[in-house]
């Protein structure tokens, strides 16, 4: 209910309860730590703690990706996020040696911040539809088949003249002084 709530206009695929299943239950490095605040029997602050691998310095190391921080608009700006974030943290720090987060709202970063997170770099974010139809569906746009058929005649003439290219570049790499 709190994600429906918190997530009424941007990220609708979160409100879905397969979503949630993929995101926490099923994350590939074991499942996900989640940590709730509660208000008699609703939640209304969430910390989720997803475990993941990472290569670092040629050694594996499990760390972790905060995702989905939320409090319920009722109960913001009262010290929630950095009450369940500083025990969140606490709680996993024997599973992981450090943990990454991606803030997409403005909002989160102060609460990130407060609790002795440290922003490292910006990252542009470059958004490609997967489907235009899908798209032009979603936003009431009509002609969606016909956005779909042309775009599948694109995908063919861009893979006709796509190159070789070489798989697994590397973007940038961490040492040990950067965690």
Known sequence: ALREHVFQVEDLEKRDPRFWQWEFAEAPAGHARLFVALDGERIVGHYGVIPQRFLLSGQEVMGSIVVDVMTHPDYRFQGMFKKIGRYALAAVADEIAFATGYP?????????????????????????????????????????????????????????????????AVIGTLGESDV
């Not at 235009?132 to 005649?153: K, M, S, T």
């Open 104 to 168: 997409i709202r403005k909002e989160v970063m102060p609460g990130h911040l407060s609790i002795g997170w440290t922003a490292h770099l910006k990252i542009p974010v470059l958004v490609r539809p997967l489907h235009l139809g899908a798209l032009a569906r979603r936003f009431g746009i009509p002609g969606g088949a016909l956005l779909d058929a042309c775009a599948a005649q694109v995908r063919r003439l861009a893979q006709s003249l796509r190159r070789d290219r070489t798989p697994g």
